[in-house]
């Protein structure tokens, strides 16, 4: 009883975020199965009756599939190349001693200070002086360098963890330093791989700043782009632009679903180890 009585202040506030999350989500959801009058006049009610329209309309759309790719691909390429890049700097700042190390490594603790809008007009500008503009590697390359900092940050964490003998057995056995880091080390490291790679992947899908810059064409544009787009477009119809916001959710609800144990596996692994 004690003991329940303890955790009971942590479980109250986990229902009540709890609310505050799924009361919104079906708000929208059923209101993506009214029309426009029953959103007048019975916000909160059930839909009656129930309209399926506004949902296969953006099923079907095109638009939405193609802003789909768009931001898969770019989350895919940055979640490659920030963790491929950033593997290799923590291997280094974790496995290597050398002059200037800390100094380095505190460089890049330092991006986690700046905000991304705060570079935004001098990225813009050197976006555009390498002709990057409307070009998915305008997105793609910022997103990966603003998301080194806090994935060599973890990865470091991870490989000063790795046990110094298993590097001298594996040297003994005739390893390279890079034979070290690409047979023994990374797939030791999957757990923390796997989360840094989701972390990456959720920060890439949700950026709206960023592709709003650089994107004019409409061919280009991303799922969250595309939401606003439609939400312009249909600020009258609200059961349209409930249903659009809805069907635009369930692909990063599906990868989370994937993801979570990956994610949470791979947090309590950096935790325990040490």
Request: aromatic fraction near 14%; hydrophobic fraction near 60%.
């Amino acid at each position: 009883m004690i003991a329940r009585l303890r955790t009971f202040p942590i479980h109250a506030v986990i229902w009540v975020a709890a609310v505050f999350i799924v009361i919104p989500f079906l708000y929208g959801l059923l209101g993506g199965f009214k029309t426009s009058g029953q959103m007048s006049t019975n916000p909160l009610g059930l839909p009656s009756p129930w309209v399926t329209d506004n949902y296969t309309d953006v099923i079907v759309s095109g638009a939405f599939w193609r802003q789909l790719l768009n931001s898969l691909f770019i989350a895919v390429a940055t979640t490659v190349l920030v963790v491929g890049l950033s593997a290799m700097a923590a291997f280094a700042f974790a496995r290597f001693a050398f002059r200037g190390r800390e100094f380095l490594f505190t460089l890049f603790a330092i991006g986690l200070m700046f905000p991304f809008a705060v570079a935004i007009l001098p990225l813009f500008v050197l976006l555009r002086t390498f002709g990057l503009l409307d070009n998915p590697l305008g997105v793609i390359l910022p997103q990966a360098a603003f998301g080194l900092p806090l994935t060599v940050i973890i990865l470091r964490t991870f490989f000063r963890s790795i046990p110094r003998e298993i590097e001298e057995a594996a040297i003994i056995d005739g390893c390279t330093p890079f034979g070290f880091f690409w047979r023994v080390l990374l797939p030791i490291a999957k757990p923390a791989l796997a989360t840094v790679s989701v972390l990456a992947i959720v920060a890439s899908w949700n950026n709206f700043f960023l592709p709003l810059v650089v994107f004019n064409d409409p061919g280009l544009w991303t799922l969250p782009l595309g939401v606003q787009q439609f939400q312009g477009e249909y600020m009258t119809d609200i059961a349209r632009v409930l249903a659009y916001v809805i069907v635009a959710m369930v692909p990063a609800l599906a990868f989370y679903s994937v993801a979570e144990r990956q994610l949470i596996s791979g947090l309590t692994a950096g935790a325990t180890k040490g």
